[in-house]
């Protein structure tokens, strides 16, 4: 008979020795058979059916075998060791029958009897799986969660294991922000709002009323200044020396750090502008309305452009909503997708939202081919190149500081890209035949660009660190990051200096202010969560010392002089922005490090306090108010930092608990009697007398949410619900969060 016609031998499933006697087999462990002749090993040579019905599910299969088996080796270990020979010995029981069973136990036999131990016991786990349960919330017991009337209610998370009262991330108002974002500083005053509580709650109280006020003003300002939706783009612009100015504001500050612009071809396409007597390109008019835009907040130190800005912004958005994605696939449109981005952070439109608007903006670039080095693709020239670095390397920074900002996690790898770093060339080179690199001393218009990518990877090791939801977050990692950042910080330092001692062009004042502004922003959200543990514990010390020399520098950089103004300086009060969230961080955690001081000198001679940070602390309310003055509508900054400030005055006379609740009150009085006349002025500017005060009467009526528009770090302009129209009552059609693309 052929092999293929021979029947198939069935397995063998009685027990070795039923089969040995030829009897039959119930296939028990041990079997009836060995059960009656007092034999309990009962060995089998192929796996049984599954045991749910033999064993309970759960239940240890050494629990129906004699303990004194040896736990059998891995699948891989079949090899029998003289110990485990050793110990079949003691297997042999009492009966001589059962005895002379053993003896003729081989040592396959032995090892198979250990191989079906574990088989047995895989399948018991496998067995004891229940079918998968609904999930039951279980609250957190590392939330803690604080409510007031004006700061609303936050939910502080932290994590298990870490330092007492470090904290991971905070929920405000259905949001979730990580470590990097400003709010988790307001977290560290929460005091001051629950001593205030119960008068910031009474409707008749001062306090209360002063605060309906200044909001419902709040609320006419931003109505008169709401651009209509959709804002269709039109040819106008302001007088030639004025939009020259514009302009100029914008080359000397924002492009000599992010690069978006090739500027003579900007320049050129500009002054043809001026002399076309045929159609113009609404693609560059657009592009250009949002160069003036960044340049208004730098203009002058009133932000008297304010209105039109925030036009030429809604224009902006307007232009990319149409539906025309492919047309848009080009350089200009991307071009213009990022100055968007950058002048709704600086208007203030949207606030967070920016962190999503980055996204877009990150994955339309790489749709276009932009992560991947030009040299590996079909590029015809060195100015196509070179754009599209440049472009790729703002797009980087964008996606940073929008996670910086945002505390989002930043979504991005080191490996999600190769396209190198911009070369060093001036932009004129990039038109002329075959041009070649300036040599890495000598400045030229891409080098602060160049200086500042050479930080990316450790700036968002830093982000991933702290936003990233799998992220430990420990101290000593904390430590090895800032010993990179900081030794990246100084190669970045050592590159601008010998580029601003070599012959020809220096780096520009803003660029660098700006570059030095932005590395100890990273610097100090490294080490703001160990901030407040650091009051407790000595073991972060380092990290307390380090956060406030760095929020130090970053204020001397961001403080205005008192006779001409910086950039920068009029940038941090008329605009918003990363610069004025890190600026701002930088203050409050000064304020709490001298107020910390205060309370921990409690020797019978106090030691005077420490000039330096009480110079902060003076300045900064002053500072915030100049943001009221340059066009803001959101006192609840200058409220804050008027409360502080009478706090920590309170403290150093020696003021009792009750006393200070007084003080603060006072102080909350003071600053909003302080803002009623700025705002009243800034409401009258758009409606006559008598239709102020009945739409001032009319807001007045609505019930006040204090803890609303809490982020006083943007313009809150058009991103909040109760963006009325002043005429009809209702709210605006299309508010930019419900129409934005991008």
Not at 190 to 202: A, F, G, K, N
Not at 320 to 340: A, C, G, M, N, V
Not at 412 to 438: G, N, R
Request: net charge neutral; hydrophobic share 40%; glycine share 4%.
């Amino acid at each position: 008979m052929s092999e293929s016609g021979r029947r198939r031998r069935r397995p063998a499933v009685s027990c070795t020795l039923c089969r040995r006697r030829k009897i039959r087999c119930n296939r028990a462990t041990p079997c009836s058979n060995c059960s009656r002749s007092k034999n309990s090993v009962c060995v089998y040579d192929n796996p049984l059916t599954p045991l749910r019905s033999v064993l309970v599910p759960g239940e240890s299969i050494l629990q129906s075998v004699p303990s004194d088996i040896p736990a059998g080796p891995s699948r891989s270990g079949l090899a029998t060791s003289p110990s485990s020979h050793q110990s079949t010995t003691s297997l042999a029981p009492a009966s001589t029958r059962a005895s002379t069973v053993v003896s003729r136990t081989s040592t396959q036999e032995v090892e198979l009897l250990k191989q079906r131990i574990q088989e047995l016991e895989k399948q018991i786990r496998e067995a004891s799986v229940r079918p998968a349960q609904p999930v039951v919330s279980i609250p957190d017991s590392n939330i803690k969660t604080t409510t007031s009337s004006v700061a609303g209610i936050f939910h502080v998370h932290r994590e298990m294991g870490q330092p007492p009262a470090k904290t991971r991330s905070t929920t405000h108002k259905r949001r979730t922000f990580g470590q990097t974002h400003w709010i988790n500083s307001i977290v560290l005053f929460q005091d001051i709002w629950e001593t205030t509580e119960s008068q910031l709650r009474d409707e008749t109280s001062s306090a209360f009323i002063g605060m309906q006020k200044c909001k419902a003003l709040a609320r006419i300002i931003k109505a008169q200044r709401a651009p209509p939706w959709p804002a269709q783009p039109t040819h106008h612009l302001p007088p030639k020396d004025v939009t020259d100015e514009l302009v100029d504001c914008y080359l000397r500050t924002t492009e000599t750090v992010f690069r978006v612009l090739h500027i003579p071809t900007f320049k050129r396409n500009y002054e043809a502008l001026w002399v076309s007597n045929g159609q113009i390109d609404t693609g560059f008019l657009v592009q250009l309305k949002l160069v003036l835009t960044i340049g208004a907040c730098i203009y002058d130190e009133k932000y008297t452009l304010q209105v039109s800005a925030l036009r030429w912004v809604y224009e902006a958005e307007t232009w990319l909503s149409e539906p025309k994605f492919k047309s848009r696939l080009d350089i200009q449109s991307l071009q213009t997708h990022i100055l968007l981005l950058i002048a709704r952070e600086i208007v203030g439109i949207g606030g967070d939202s920016v962190w999503f608007a980055a996204g877009a903006l990150l994955r339309k670039a790489i749709y276009l081919g932009l992560h991947r080095d030009p040299s590996r693709l079909p590029v015809e020239s060195t100015y196509v190149a070179e754009m599209r670095r440049r472009l790729w390397n703002t797009i980087l920074e964008i996606t940073l500081q929008s996670s910086l900002a945002s505390g989002g996690p930043p979504l991005l790898s080191i490996d999600d890209f190769d396209s190198q770093p911009p070369a060093h060339f001036d932009d004129d080179q990039l038109v002329a035949e075959d041009p070649v690199p300036k040599p890495d001393h000598a400045f030229t218009q891409t080098s602060i660009a160049i200086a500042l990518r050479k930080t990316l990877p450790i700036r968002l090791a830093v982000l991933k660190f702290l936003n990233d939801l799998a992220s430990s977050g420990t101290y000593d990692e904390t430590l090895q990051l800032d010993a990179t950042l900081r030794a990246s910080y100084k190669d970045l330092c050592r590159t601008l200096q010998k580029c601003n001692s070599s012959a020809g062009p220096s780096p520009p004042r803003f660029a660098t202010h700006a570059v030095d502004l932005l590395l100890h922003g990273y610097i100090v959200a490294l080490h703001s969560p160990f901030f407040g543990p650091a009051m407790r514990e000595t073991s972060y010390a380092f990290s307390r010392k380090v956060a406030v020399e760095a929020a130090l520098k970053i204020w001397y950089l961001a403080s205005p002089a008192s006779s001409a103004p910086s950039s920068l300086a009029r940038l941090l009060t008329c605009g918003s922005g990363i610069f004025r969230i890190l600026t701002i961080q930088a203050v409050l955690l000064i304020i709490a490090e001298f107020r910390a001081e205060v309370l921990e000198d409690d020797g019978l001679s106090p030691l005077p306090p420490r000039s330096d940070l009480l110079a902060v602390v003076k300045a900064a309310k002053e500072w915030v108010f100049r943001w009221i003055e340059a066009g803001a509508t959101n006192i609840k900054g200058f409220v804050l930092t008027s409360a502080i400030t009478a706090q920590i005055d309170g403290l150093m006379r020696g003021f009792r608990q009750e006393d200070l609740s007084t003080v603060l009150i006072k102080a909350i009085e003071d600053a909003e009697e302080r803002c009623l006349p700025v705002l009243e002025k800034m409401a009258a500017e758009g409606q006559s007398t008598d239709i102020q005060g009945a739409l001032l009467q009319t807001y007045m009526d609505v019930p006040l949410d204090m803890s609303e528009d809490w982020d006083f770090m943007m313009a809150d302009v058009f991103f909040s619900p109760e963006n009325m129209d002043p005429m009809g009552g209702g709210l605006r059609s299309g508010t930019m969060l419900g129409h934005s693309m991008c």
